[in-house]
């Protein structure tokens, strides 16, 4: 059989149940996070009730303790969980710590699962990814990373500066990448959180809020690790790196298409009930031009992400794919909610309606996880090469 | 099993047939056809080339002569047959010809698939469409049909203007949906070209050169016609309109997208190979930009077509679904083949490139078969009728 | 002689001496009012300053101690103030005073210029401007004004609730719009805040952060008025609100502008410090079409506002050509700070950069001062209007 | 005075005339040379007549015969005169002619000027620029030229190959840029069409039809040229070009925004008498979005335009400006046919209602006199090259 786009039952129970805890329980803690900040005892309670409500991250392996859904179902059920902007969280399958398990799952020794997949699935602790430094170290060209790691004794030495480090404020462990010595490649490090060389500095002041633990400037200073604090193989941190991120790139797709799907209902609601100059908003040609729109960027959003999240879970690097749809989706959201802040006026850009909440908060989303630029010129470089080997064979 | 993208092996051969048919056959006889028009001549050379090349009419049933194909398998070999403006004429899948073909399939009678359908998907005659009416006639709001149908005696006769009439001049019939005196309603008729009352008229001066037969002014100058020249129920003319629409709306989709695709790479293939300040045109950022931009509005818009075109497959009528995509893709499809114009420069414009060509005959798309706006107020319409339900249940 | 763009010595002086302004006196406070708010007393330092560096109230008349500039030469010097989210404040050139002071300049009494105006202008206190309502009320439709005005005695009793009400918490006074029950129009009232009726309420949540004395929800409980609290006259509510409404569009549109500006200076200075793939960022090719963006959106905007502000300054009404700029101006200066958020990449949307609180701010010009929709559906009724009089004079 | 956008009444009674020239004469005369083509002889018909009108050449010298305008009022009359494609050959104000004209008045010699200039002015004959070489030659890139000039006793000998060169099909002579062995640099050379190495080759088959003489290939066939026919000082013909790139490429604004103004007006004039859904069209929504933007571009391009005009008129070298001005403008012009099309539906790519034939011509705008994508660049390294003064002085 050629193509199919049936949601299997298990598929479509969980995504029902996701929508259930997040409208039963999620959305009623919204303000208060929006007004004091995300703290890690609301996350507590919600993950809580997420595991009781019996929709415990989706995305990590059944003997893990997760859903165990294909890549291609998870799409389905973290676009769910992204409807409220608490979601992932509440369900354990936000950024970074998703991503993290993801990678520890492909490339963590039996060690290292114990000791850090286990706890971060479980929800018990949280976790960061320390790459992103500040100019002129990595960032958009990774290649310019700047922390080192050198060989000391059986251990490693890390020094450098990181910054705009999600979560690293709480979290118990980071994934630190750094330049190692010996390979001469990047390699990536698990570095413990009460290790005194590891130094969580300011956080950034972006305009989202709803982030638990910040974007923080860490400090590896001179933070002595043992030879194990390794993850994956030394001198291939760059390809780890890559097992992380390109599915990484589409559960932040997932998710923010979720956020941007109830940026849009809440906007039709108002539209709806809204009378101006004698009509209904929603029944006057320039709100039906934003209503279209956004069910047309919504639609073409999620198909063109459902067949990248199929080729990833085919086994396929996805590499073109994942960057196309990142391109894409990050900025069909941001157009979708920039129409629904819109549509809903002059409480469009305010919190008590969430439009204006997840206005600011997805605007990042162009920038990281590859800024659409460097994903552009990503995509540009492959198709010119294809070209010029079909021209000069 | 969830969902599914993968290519069967039947659909694959046929489809590197197509692109071998397409480069080998059809894409030689195109300056020509630029130059001078496409002759029913032409037409029939390319379609005896194409039966014995084994791409006969992909879409149209197996029992009929035709490949037999599911809808959505469909869509990846009418992609590929676009990618010459001729390419959906040789393969018997072009517009108007392989609408009227599936709305007689549908709902015609065992006599009309004798003397209508049978020659039709044989390619011995070729057919038109006859709805759009000059204003303040039927166009973008269909419930203006002005043409009349009375009953005189057993028969009817047929009086009103048409305009726009894909090809007429040289169409053995036409389709032709008038309001019939009898039902109150819209009903359609089967005339034949060389009825006395059946006149074709001046052709519109329309920017596009690739259709053979014209967009033509058509009278029905008091048309006699016998009882059996309904097409369908009377008085159902719109419902049975709606059988034909949304296909249509998505086969154009795909021809286009093969259209803009080729655009596409002829623009690539000149980036590649041009150098300009010092480097290949193609490794500069505006011109990545350009790139980027046309693969993944390429793959947004296939992804999108794929999945609509599975629901129809379904069994769906998925109005909603095809009005979204072909809003999506005929506006994908214009700007893509405009990016391409750009790269290309200053022979952009150029018929040579074949991308000037492209450029002129793709732009109504955005108005026929439902203009933009109008399926943006369709679309806009049942979000609000969804929304005031799920408020007010 | 016909065109003229010279800028005159002394509008070339006040601007040099506004850019300095800014950039000694008002930039080095700005992170402290993103962090803790604006307060009042913030407010007070820096019109103090303003005072003494000669920079006060460009906009305002001469004889009322402003700089007396016609409105086109408003244009080049609240451009300049807009740098800094708080220079028009410190200018005492920032909505909602700016309006109100101009408004109260053109129709005032003169008990009411002396008791209002006198101590606006100066500074000395603050005002707002209550003529928005929750839905149903007015909003987008002014017509859809709930709030009341009965006679008793002399004067007036005003019952309603307005709400986004700008600046409303600490303003000495605000003009509030209200239904009046003897002209059955619209009328305008001044009301002291320490009327026991004028009750000021909750802040909106929304996303921006530099405006003093919040969004606030207004309740008029019963507000006793004297007989000389009218403003203007009554039942010419609307009339004298066009008064305020078209100069007081292009006002934002100058300060706006002036912020996106200053964002895009920002983003271009961290764009030729910084290397990426080893070469500046500046000097790529995506970057360039950032770049370049913004500087044709800025040039295109500050000449179609000079252009308006001359029409303005020349007597004209200029209601076309406000909503035009209008438009224009506030989608332009969305675009250039959300390229400029882009070409910062990963602080882009941080307020250390100051950009990232810019976007934020930015977001509901696009709403208030007409919705870009309302204005569009005004520009087309007047472009409908005089066609259908060409070809029917 | 500071700002002053006054018209003039000589302007404003020059604008009249042409207003009612193009209207009376010209635009009869349209539909004529859409099917036909623009002959030599219908140009001189349009001429004569518009000589009679009083309506010769606006831009031109008075002393020549033209109307000897200041280059801001210029954009007054260009624009009316670009209002029919017909309309700025009809007064002699068309390219390639009204640049090379400039361009002669700048830099001929006196035997030059009476030769050429004078015979040009007057509309005696037709010219061509010859500048665009095939790749890997001279185009977006200038500085690629290829096409040399040697020396031969006292005069010199061209060899190359030109293409797209825009009249040069019946042109008495052509400006030649070519690359002199004795400078080292580009000189400009005046060639005569009846030079037997003067070889006009093929038509380029573009999709636009109003141009009179082709985009043609042209080869310098070893043409050998007397001493005088160096046009300006040897080895400065990239200056000399930009003498006459910056005002030509404002003067193709001009006339470009007269045509996408007309194309608007058309589109208005079908949605005012147009009835669909129960409502005149321009009445609905999304028409009046489509015409709002209209014409808000119409008038973001024209206060731009005017802005630049005067900076050229004052003696600015304007290179950023027209920069800008040229890239704005040209898709501002693009966006407003395109939403023409749209808004006068089925027919808007016809020829009958001139939208469609200008739909097509207009396209190429954004590829000549530099591509948006080389202005950008440009436009962007002079930022760059700014900050960097000003962030290390």
């Not at 929709?55 to 303790?65: C, I, K, N, R, T």
């Not at 390979?183 to 709803?210: K, Q």
């Amino acid at each position: 059989m050629a193509f199919d786009f049936t949601v299997t039952p298990r598929v479509a129970d969980w995504r029902d149940r996701i929508a259930a805890f997040i409208a039963g329980t999620v959305v009623p803690r919204e303000q208060e996070a929006f007004a004091g900040g995300v703290t890690d005892e609301l996350r507590r309670e919600l993950q809580r009730a997420a595991r009781e409500a019996g929709v415990w991250a989706p995305q990590a392996p059944a003997e893990l303790g997760g859903g165990g859904f294909r890549f291609d179902e998870t799409a389905v059920l973290l676009e769910e969980a992204g409807t409220s902007l608490l979601g992932p969280l509440a369900l354990n399958c936000a950024a970074p710590d998703e991503g993290n398990l993801h990678l520890l799952d492909m490339v963590a020794t039996a060690d290292q699962r114990e000791r850090y997949l286990k706890p971060l699935v479980a929800g018990e602790v949280r976790s960061c990814f320390a790459m992103t430094e500040p100019p002129p170290g990595a960032g958009s060209d990774p290649a310019a990373l700047r922390t080192t790691a050198r060989r000391s004794g059986d251990g490693w030495v890390l020094s450098g500066e990181k910054h705009l480090i999600t979560g690293a404020e709480g979290a118990a462990f980071s994934i630190v990448m750094a330049r190692d010595s010996e390979s001469g490649g990047a390699s990536m490090f698990l570095v413990d959180a009460d290790n005194p060389g590891f130094v969580v500095g300011e956080h950034a002041r972006t305009i989202d809020r709803t982030t638990v633990g910040g974007h923080c400037r860490v400090t590896l200073a001179d933070a002595v690790l043992p030879a194990d604090a390794v993850l994956g193989e030394p001198g291939r941190g760059f390809a780890h790196a890559q097992v992380r991120l390109a599915p990484a790139r589409l559960t932040h797709c997932m998710r923010w298409l979720g956020a941007a799907r109830r940026a849009h209902e809440i906007a039709v609601e108002r539209a709806v009930e809204r009378e101006v100059f004698g009509a209904p908003l929603a029944d006057q040609g320039m709100a039906q031009q934003l209503i279209a729109d956004n069910e047309i960027d919504l639609a073409a959003a999620r198909a063109m992400m459902w067949h990248t999240a199929w080729q990833l879970a085919q086994g396929s690097r996805g590499t073109e794919e994942s960057s196309r749809t990142k391109v894409f989706v990050s900025e069909a959201v941001s157009r979708i909610v920039d129409r629904a802040v819109q549509l809903a006026g002059g409480m469009g850009t305010s919190e008590e309606l969430v439009i204006g909440r997840i206005y600011a908060d997805i605007r990042a989303f162009r920038i990281y996880d590859g800024a659409s630029e460097v994903h552009r010129m990503s995509i540009a470089k492959r198709v010119a090469r294809r070209t010029r080997e079909r021209l000069n064979p």
